[in-house]
């Protein structure tokens, strides 16, 4: 997976003056580079060293979870991206990033109650739709149905987004029938949708302004 690293530009000098030692600027556009190129190992180092410099930075923390994901130690990941969620707790690249880790390192239990807790909190269709994703990468349909449920009814038809997921639970679940009724209701949203269209067809569907379906209110 590609990730683009959290850089801090600034005009600082690359060195401290009188020690020699590099500075925090110096070590985020080095571990910047080196994710850029691939070079994760070289990275992560630059990253733990300005957490070891400042503990707090949560941009270090976070640019040290990628690349700790993808070296393989996504234990790693978590244990500094939850130190950046705790500086930023909204922000959303930062919990998407630390649900991955949960997910990669097998932690159920937590990313079953992050994912909740963000969802509770946030009540967002964004969140929910999120929770319930994850909760069928675990296999969770119980958890994951009322997550998107609950995110179908925040969104009250504004977005196709929820009814899409919906419509795909639903498929891998052997609903066919609840399947095609939230692919109709995704598609009267976002008639123009490939995604919508395809998946309307693949069920025997002609997608038009004659189909019957529409988003439930």
Request: glycine residues 8%; hydrophobic residues 45%; aromatic residues 8%.
């Amino acid at each position: 997976m590609k990730y683009t690293p959290l850089i801090i530009i600034a005009s600082a000098t690359l060195f401290l003056a009188g020690c020699g030692q590099p500075s925090t600027t110096a070590l985020m556009e080095k571990g910047s580079f080196a994710m850029w190129q691939g070079r994760w190992s070289d990275a992560a180092t630059s990253y733990a060293k300005i957490t070891q410099l400042h503990p707090g930075d949560w941009e270090a923390h976070y640019n040290l979870g990628q690349c700790l994901l993808e070296l393989g130690d996504p234990q790693g990941a978590s244990a500094s991206l939850e130190i950046a969620n705790t500086v930023v707790p909204m922000n959303i690249e930062v919990g998407d990033l630390l649900a991955e880790s949960y997910l990669a390192a097998g932690d159920e239990n937590k990313l079953f109650t992050f994912l909740e807790q963000q969802a509770t909190e946030l009540q967002t269709v964004r969140a929910w739709t999120w929770f319930a994703e994850y909760a069928m990468a675990i296999s969770d349909p119980d958890n994951a149905t009322v997550a998107i449920n609950t995110a179908i009814a925040l969104d009250a038809g504004k977005t196709s987004k929820p009814y899409i997921v919906a419509a795909s639970f639903a498929e891998q679940l052997g609903d066919d029938t609840l399947a095609l009724q939230r692919w109709k209701e995704a598609w009267a949203i976002d008639p123009n949708n490939i995604q919508v269209s395809d998946a309307l067809r693949g069920h025997g569907e002609v997608p038009g302004p004659t189909m019957t379906g529409s988003v439930q209110e």
